[in-house]
């Protein structure tokens, strides 16, 4: 069974997506506030992080911050009611696998939370190159390879979704400051760093080849 930590602060939707994911089979705890979700996933192993960002003491950005400088690659998804492309953006550069905006329906989390918990199993591999879809290690030739979280993430986005492209827009959720400009500079740099070619498909996005 899987295991979930669930950061909410509002009981009542908590006590709803408990009793939902329980009865999936998911086994979850809950956090009150960020301070609280901090010292469980020090204490516990997580197969996937549920995190709110508006909650007390601290927020749910910097605390899967805190998690990803602290080598936590736990999948995480944020569900927030915040919806504007500032907050969306600030999420998957802080590391979220996924954002999922409030209210939702509890079927589509669970969808979400399937796909994330069965990817744990696999690893994706792009010629000599092999991420760990857990750690979000890549190595290459089984050298460990560091090229920085945006990089990273825009490596990985393009590796899974090789041989389609991936679209403009979901790149630009992945850049701390998202221009068209600052997309171009950071899929250059991420050639020359990986030695890989990139293509720009017209109207649509980028391919890795």
């Given at each position: 069974m899987s295991k979930i930590l669930l950061l909410e602060d509002d009981p009542s939707l908590s006590d709803t997506l408990i009793k939902y994911l329980n009865y999936n089979n998911y086994e979850v705890e809950w956090a009150k506030n960020g301070e609280e979700a901090l010292d469980m996933s020090y204490h516990n192993?997580?197969?996937?992080?549920?995190?709110?960002?508006n909650v007390p003491l601290l927020n749910g950005i910097d605390l899967l911050s805190a998690l990803r400088e602290a080598n936590d690659f736990t999948p995480t998804i944020i569900i927030s009611a915040l919806v504007d492309i500032g907050s969306v953006s600030k999420g998957f550069i802080a590391g979220a696998d996924d954002y999922l905006k409030k209210p939702?329906?509890?079927?589509?989390?669970l969808i979400r939370i399937k796909a994330k918990t069965s990817a744990l199993k696999e690893k994706l591999t792009y010629k000599a190159f092999e991420i760990d879809l857990q750690t979000q290690h890549i190595t290459n030739e089984g050298k460990h390879i560091s090229i920085g979280d945006v990089l990273r993430n825009i490596f990985?986005?393009?590796?899974?979704?090789q041989p389609n492209p991936v679209t403009k827009d979901e790149l630009l959720l992945l850049l701390e400051h998202p221009t068209d400009l600052?997309?171009?500079?950071?899929i250059s740099k991420l050639k020359k760093a990986l030695d890989i070619e990139i293509r720009n498909v017209r109207g649509v996005g980028y391919q890795i080849i």
């Open positions: 192993r997580y197969d996937l992080y549920l995190f709110d960002i939702f329906d509890p079927e589509e989390l990985i986005a393009l590796v899974k979704n600052a997309l171009r500079v950071n």
